[in-house]
């Protein structure tokens, strides 16, 4: 597995695949240590979870700098999102004990009913390279915590991650077998996934992914969440305070070179600020520093990898194809590494790859709608339901639209943004279940009920 810097092309790491022995003995050491770990009382897996918090901070401009070099994320936005995994550490580390506190049941006369949460054992977590730390640690710090053990198959262009993922848990004092990488491709996943002793399945990625994992762990019958992407709809109304909305809308598309779930991706605008919003909106596209990901100053780095860049660029020009216009940017950048330029579409037709599939770069489509109603129309009109983002002065016209949006979150006045503290999930084609909270950290454990008499 190679490690190549997408600013440049350079080939700077090399990593060795783990054969089938190695695969079978992480399988091994995952089922033995989980007997173990699951015993460990509550308050030392929080209290290790805290010393991985620690690890990460400790840390910090290691990992940022690994994960730039790796997949081209801006230093600023890699140092970010160490603090975030940190913080969502100390987040399980202090809330395990109260999400997984049982149950209590209107009991009949004479008996007491309650429902415990049981880890389920080695849980297989196939995770992406656009966030490599925070998809890891989202799934890790509560699902260790409930007492699963891990098992990280990670996206093959972010070894390096992995790797450093396995030392920040080593560090902190976890047993050897609690957290594990596979350095496999995807095509051994299967096999593991089917293997007796993996019990249950995460994925975040593309939509293909997220099916091929579904289907195998669905005819053995293992527990899945997906978390597959989206085309986030960014609502801007004829009430909004226009200058967030501007503001935050071009952070929310361009931040992480664009290659978010959870970008907004296609800008549904009121016909009453339409025109000045667009103007704003190029000017700040127009505005942004794009260059070197090492660079403090760099708004957006380069694309993940080339053929990645290669498949936005497509999605672009079919769409211009279709009819709509290029506002500004469009074209890769001419100089070395994967650089695509914030780019802006307008007249946008429906069912072009902008307004139909997910663009995983900075690439914003934008609309003009009459009213609220066709707002939340166009809104809707997507196979996709992870985020969404509503902008209004009025709060409570706010609230009753969010009602009418097909999706897993609202923001209103807000970017859409993951937090340890609140349920973070898709429906439709974006995915199932949910992962952070109370309700992430219920997703892989047995709800026993125990009654007694
Ligand atoms: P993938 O979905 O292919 O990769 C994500 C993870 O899934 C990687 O670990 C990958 O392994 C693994 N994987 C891929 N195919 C399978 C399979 N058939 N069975 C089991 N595991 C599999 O994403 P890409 O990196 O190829 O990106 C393609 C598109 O996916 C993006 O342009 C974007 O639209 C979407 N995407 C969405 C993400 C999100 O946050 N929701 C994150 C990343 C991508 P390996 O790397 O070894 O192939």
């Not at 160490?82 to 049982?102: M, P």
């Not at 109603?373 to 985020?387: K, P, Q, S, V, Y």
């Not at 409570?396 to 973070?424: H, W």
Request: aromatic share 8%; with cysteine; net charge negative.
């Amino acid at each position: 597995m190679d490690a190549v810097n997408p600013a440049t092309g350079e080939q700077f790491a090399e990593y060795t695949e783990d054969d089938y022995a190695d695969v079978e003995a992480t399988l091994e050491t995952a089922i033995e240590t989980f007997e173990s770990w699951r015993e460990r009382p509550l308050r030392e897996r929080e209290e290790l979870l805290a010393a991985a918090g620690d690890v990460l901070r400790e840390n910090k401009r290691r990992y940022a700098e690994l994960m730039t070099k790796e997949m081209g994320k801006p230093i600023s936005q890699a140092v970010a999102e160490v603090e975030k995994c940190a913080w969502a550490c100390d987040h399980y580390a202090e809330h395990a004990s109260a999400y997984l506190e049982a149950d209590h049941h209107p009991s009949p006369p004479g008996t007491s009913v309650k429902t415990v949460h049981d880890p389920l054992g080695p849980v297989l977590a196939v995770m992406p390279w656009n966030f490599p730390f925070w998809q890891v640690i989202r799934f890790a710090a509560p699902y260790l915590t409930a007492g699963n053990v891990g098992l990280l198959k990670h996206a093959s262009n972010v070894p390096g991650c992995a790797m450093a993922l396995k030392e920040v848990f080593r560090e902190a004092g976890y047993p050897e077998g609690v957290f594990q990488t596979l350095l496999v491709g995807s095509s051994k996943v299967e096999d593991v996934l089917t293997d007796n002793r993996v019990r249950a399945a995460t994925l975040t990625g593309s939509g293909p992914a997220g099916r091929a994992v579904a289907e195998t762990a669905g005819k053995h019958l293992k527990k899945t969440v997906l978390e597959l992407g989206g085309s986030d709809p960014f609502v801007v109304l004829d009430d909004a305070d226009l200058g967030r909305a501007v503001e935050t809308g071009v952070q929310a598309r361009t931040q992480n070179g664009g290659q978010s779930c959870i970008a907004a991706k296609r800008f549904i605008v009121h016909e009453a600020v339409y025109d000045e919003f667009v103007d704003r909106f190029v000017d700040e596209f127009e505005s942004l520093t794009v260059g070197d990901p090492m660079s403090e100053a760099t708004d957006v780095g380069p694309q993940a990898d080339p053929d990645l860049m290669a498949q936005l660029h497509d999605q672009v020009e079919a769409s211009v194809k279709a009819g709509a216009t290029v506002l500004t940017g469009g074209d890769p950048l001419d100089r070395e590494g994967a650089f695509y330029p914030p780019t802006v579409l307008t007249d946008v037709p429906k069912g072009c790859p902008a307004d139909a599939e997910e663009t995983f770069g900075p690439v914003a489509a934008v609309y003009e709608v009459a009213d609220e109603t066709e707002a939340i129309e166009l809104a809707n009109d997507t196979r996709f339901g992870l985020g969404a983002s509503l902008w209004t002065d009025d709060r409570k016209r706010g609230q009753r639209l969010a009602r009418e949006i097909d999706a897993g979150c609202v923001y209103i006045n807000e970017m859409t943004k993951s937090d340890p503290r609140v349920p973070f999930g898709g429906i439709k084609d974006s995915g199932y279940g949910r992962e952070l909270s109370e309700a992430g950290i219920k997703e892989f454990v047995n709800w026993k009920t125990v009654w007694v008499q």
